[in-house]
């Protein structure tokens, strides 16, 4: 048979396919995008296009795509010839012909939630990162970028920032000498977030050069980085957060984790970190916690001796008003301010989330004043860019229920003024150009006007 009837077979197959692995096809399955730790089903099979689509993260794949994420084939031919042999199908030109014929693999029945991942107590974590991190120093184009690009001190990267060892024979290196000097045996150190034991080899090993990916853009990704030590409220490093050397747009940052190796057969283990957030508590510090997302714009406002909380993605604040509450129990907290990037102004989904987490806070903990840091977005989009260009006294701190009420009102006045019915429904394009009025409309009402305002003294 030629190669165009084959693949014509092949993708016609995909129900059959589906059914093979014990899918039911008229009903939700989970996810089967290995970047997609799916914990309840999300995908379904759309016969009209015969395709797989999941709700949850978006992906669309055809057969070729399935096999290729069953049997982490690299290349089309690859995954080609693989789905030949998995239906018995002849192709005339191919010369090499398995011995075997692959079978299909059945598809996973429910993950574990969560919430029920085991996971190494915090003194664990913080024993083998700290460790960890004493055996793998920085080199010295990472310490050119901490600190010229980044404006770190020498104390802050000796305390929290590391290499990634990833190859696996200084994995191996490392391990052991990791075993040592925290006198953990292999049955502990494989619940902390980003090891797991090969049941192959029963060795312990983590998660270093081509480790399955849970964020989004690749199916395998590279653990080599910069890593950072992400701290609780009571200073111990509960998580690496890493910043990769190579990676594509959207996918520079990720976990160290071993989230994969949880329902896997092939592994032992694993865990993950969660949304784990990220604490900074500087030396004798001032009376208000600054609230960001993302390590280094919080290292610049804990230089200036502010307390700071990171979270990993404006959505992935859940939990943050029982840290503030610990927070306060340690140190005198009078106001917060929260710091998100200028476009806060303009993109209303990142508007949304940041306001309900201000509404949880003033809900749970009454007496706290909270304020949004604002300023152009011509002067820097983060606060970072903003600090780091000097154009800090361009800050404005606005009381958090004027900003969301000055934000929500200008939002209405330019629907109406440009006659949209509903903004869920506009074209991604039309999206970005409303947003960009909202944005001006809302730094008019916001910066130009002649409100004499003095700005906190406290603030960054
Ligand atoms: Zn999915």
Known sequence: MDRDTAKEIILASLPNYLAQKGIN??????????????????????????????????CDADIFNLIQWDYNTTSFPE????????FGIDVDERKEKPKERPKIKPAKHGRTRISEIKKAEPEVCDKVYTTMQ?????TATDMKYLTEKRGLSKERIKKDYMRMVTAPEDRKKLIRKLIK???????????????????????LDYSGDNVPSISHGTNWCNNAGIGILI?????????????????????????????????SVDYDGGST????KDIIIPENPQTCLCITEGRFKSEIIAANRNIVISIQGVSAWKGIDEIIKKLREQHEIKSIFLMFDSDIMGNRQVFNTISDMARTIMERIPDMKIKFAVWKIKYGKGIDDCILSGNLTRVKYVDA???????????DMLLKKYGVKSFQKMKSEDRKIFGKYL????????????????NPEEAA
């Not at 004493?134 to 920085?138: A, D, I, T, V």
């Not at 229920?401 to 939002?411: A, G, P, R």
């Open 25 to 58: 096809i008229s009903r939700k399955f989970l996810c089967m995008n290995p970047d997609h730790q799916d914990h309840s089903p999300s995908m379904c099979y759309d016969r009209r296009r015969n395709r797989c689509h999941c709700f949850s993260c978006g």
């Open 79 to 86: 995954t080609f010839n693989l789905a030949c042999d998995l």
């Open 134 to 138: 004493m055996l793998s120093p920085l």
């Open 181 to 203: 000097l925290t006198g953990y045996t292999k049955d502990t150190l494989k619940y902390v977030p980003g090891f797991f034991i090969d049941k192959n080899t029963g060795a």
């Open 231 to 263: 701290r609780n409220v009571d200073g111990q490093a509960v998580a690496i957060q890493i910043r990769r050397d190579t990676a594509s747009k959207g996918n520079r940052y990720c976990w160290f984790t071993s989230i994969f190796a949880v329902d």
């Open 273 to 276: 970190p969660g949304a784990a």
């Open 401 to 411: 229920e004027y900003f969301m009420e000055t934000c929500n009102n200008s939002f």
């Open 439 to 454: 944005q001006e409309e809302n730094e008019k009402r916001l910066l130009c006007k002649n409100k004499k305002e003095a």
